[in-house]
């Protein structure tokens, strides 16, 4: 079974920095493209970034030049550095992984989410 579990998450003032990271553990072949979904009170569910096995990268465009999303191939971890934190900002942010399993079965994998809350 395999499971993703975030951290990073907190209260952080506008102008100011987060980092989240993002662990895959369990038993696996392969881990391609890992990204960082969020979800605000009220809204849809959308991507904010996503990097791929090879290390490219995509961003929504409200948080390019503020975000960078980057992985640790042999830790099996990805990081989502939030700079310029603004109010709308504010979201639960849910890691999530393309992951190859032991039988082979490509599945996407969620994790449980961590808050993040951008006030003064």
């Known amino acids: 079974q395999v499971q993703l579990v975030e951290s990073g998450g907190g209260l952080v003032q506008p102008g100011g920095s987060l980092r989240l990271s993002c662990v895959a553990s369990?038993?696996?072949?392969?881990?391609?493209?890992m990204g960082w979904y969020r979800q605000a009170p009220g809204k849809r569910r959308e991507l904010v970034a996503a990097i791929s096995r090879g290390g490219l990268a995509n961003f929504a465009d409200s948080v390019k030049g503020r975000f960078t999303i980057s992985r640790d191939g042999a830790e099996n971890t990805v990081y989502l550095q939030m700079n310029y934190l603004k109010p709308e900002d504010t979201a639960v942010y849910y890691c999530?992984?393309?992951?190859?399993?032991?039988?082979?079965?490509?599945?996407?994998?969620w994790g449980q989410g961590t808050q993040v809350t951008v006030s003064s």
């Open positions: 369990g038993s696996f072949f392969n881990i391609y493209t």
């Open positions: 999530t992984a393309d992951i190859e399993t032991i039988a082979r079965i490509r599945i996407d994998v």
